[in-house]
């Protein structure tokens, strides 16, 4: 039987173009040393090991995308934990170039990864709190649940918008009143084919002398998508991508519900919200609106075992000089910038004392000097906090078991769906 993984993409190389996104982790004129990846690599272990014990599928293996060739110092901290580095190979010329040119579009990557039946993509700023097997037993179909036979898996994941599934799915997103399409979760069924596809579609809009940064990638995705006006001044040359043949996806998270607040559908938060990014704002174009093959799912239809620390700063830069010019992302949350900007930041450092003892960091490896820089900064909080964390009371809500049943009015048919 096919076997399934688990992926992250741990890519040091910056755009070689100006698409506006760098490594967060990776300083100007550094991404070519060997441990450039720094405390992000410390984060996929963290992540490797919430898979390893909340995750329910222990015969998947975990995958960490690379830059090839791969340093021996970061090879060899994967291996030793138990993480298979995969160096991204993309053939010829045109498509080294071309996804050498836009980081983000890296993460693509897994459809060529056709030893796997199927490939959940994390981004390295999360951990997975629960079960994950129901995404893993079946493959998604349109309109139908993503479940397993278990009593306790079963009707885990129903679709939140049918209008961009009318084709066997390949992917499967979550979606937020942000994003139509979040790539910090999303499952891939590789294929040669979907590959291929992809990577000839993104040279075609965003190869050669163009440029996709946010201001085309919102041409392709979210302004074909008629939910949003254009940006003032912007030009795209629409017709050249025949974008005003598409019907805009129903974006069913941003519709207001009763005793919810949503945004307004006219209500724009491009410019500061995470579909700017060029890689998700393709996905949209190439997924949701060209292809129509994907299977959408928020938080309220499906459960999505996993907590993304996407407020910066990251939890693995605090405490110090980084977090301090930092505020609370937003004033409605309480944070302690000593442990990072999410308002559950405290969360990721209690699943890392709690797996230290388990993370392997073989001499003069890239392992053994991220693992020593984050032991200092835990040492540091001991004045205030228990510093084994035995007594520790997790702050997200995600962790909880008792998971509440489905909204049955979001199953087919449903008015909040299209």
């Known amino acids: 039987a096919a076997k399934d993984a688990v992926a992250v993409l ?27 990846s720094g405390p992000s690599l410390c984060a996929v272990l963290v992540l490797r090991a919430t898979v390893r014990q909340y995750g329910n599928i222990p015969d998947a293996d975990f995958v960490a995308l690379v830059d090839k060739p ?21 053939g010829d010329k045109k498509r080294s170039k071309l996804f050498g040119d836009y980081l983000l579009m890296r993460k693509y990557y897994i459809f060529t990864l056709t030893e796997y039946d199927k490939v959940l993509l994390l981004d390295t700023d999360t ?16 309109g139908n649940a993503l479940s397993s036979t278990d009593a306790d ?19 499967l997103a979550q979606q937020t009143v942000g994003t139509p399409i979040l790539t910090a979760f999303f499952l891939a069924y590789p294929s040669q084919e979907t590959w291929d596809s992809l990577s000839n579609e993104l040279y075609r809009v965003c190869g050669g002398g163009a440029i996709c940064n946010k201001r085309r990638i919102y041409a392709l995705g979210w302004l074909a998508n008629h939910t ?83 407020m910066p700063p990251k939890p693995w830069f605090c405490p110090g000089k980084h977090c301090q010019k930092h505020a609370a992302y937003r ?27 388990s993370f392997a960091s073989p001499p003069q490896s890239c392992a053994a000097k991220c693992l020593y820089a984050l032991d200092q900064k ?41």
């Not at 996104?21 to 300083?27: A, D, F, I, M, T």
């Not at 997975?128 to 079946?138: E, I, K």
């Not at 043949?245 to 945004?263: C, D, E, L």
């Not at 228990?386 to 049955?408: G, I, S, V």
Request: some cysteine; proline content about 7%.
């Open 331 to 357: 004033e409605s949350d309480e944070v302690d910038l000593r442990w990072g900007g999410h308002k559950c930041a405290q969360d990721w450092w209690w699943q890392y004392v709690l797996h230290r003892k």
């Open 10 to 36: 741990l890519t040091t190389k910056p755009s070689g173009k100006a698409d506006g996104w760098s490594p967060r982790s990776v300083k100007a004129g550094k991404a070519t040393e060997a441990c450039a």
């Open 127 to 142: 951990i997975v709190v629960g079960s994950l097997r129901h995404l893993f037993v079946n493959k998604a179909s349109c």
């Open 228 to 310: 949003t006006p254009p940006p003032s001044g912007a030009r795209f040359g629409l017709n050249a991508y025949n974008v005003t043949t598409y019907k805009p996806h129903a974006w069913a998270m941003r519709k207001a519900q009763t005793g919810r607040r949503r945004f307004r559908i006219g209500a724009s938060p491009w410019e500061g919200m995470g579909a700017g990014f060029t890689d998700q704002g393709f996905a949209e174009h190439f997924f949701a609106l060209q292809n129509k093959n994907l299977y959408s799912v928020s938080h309220r239809t499906c459960k999505l075992k996993y907590v993304h620390f996407n």
């Open 378 to 418: 835990q040492a540091g909080r001991a004045s205030f906090t228990d510093a084994t964390m035995a007594n520790f009371t997790p702050k997200c809500k995600d962790w909880d078991e008792r998971w509440p049943p489905l909204d049955a009015s979001l199953r087919p048919p449903d008015a909040h769906r299209a």
């Open 70 to 90: 791969c340093p021996p110092q970061l090879k060899v901290s994967l291996v030793e934990n138990d993480i298979i580095p995969k160096e991204m190979d993309f």
């Open 153 to 171: 898996e079963r009707d885990r994941c129903w679709p939140e918008t049918d209008d961009v599934c009318q084709a066997q799915p390949v992917a």
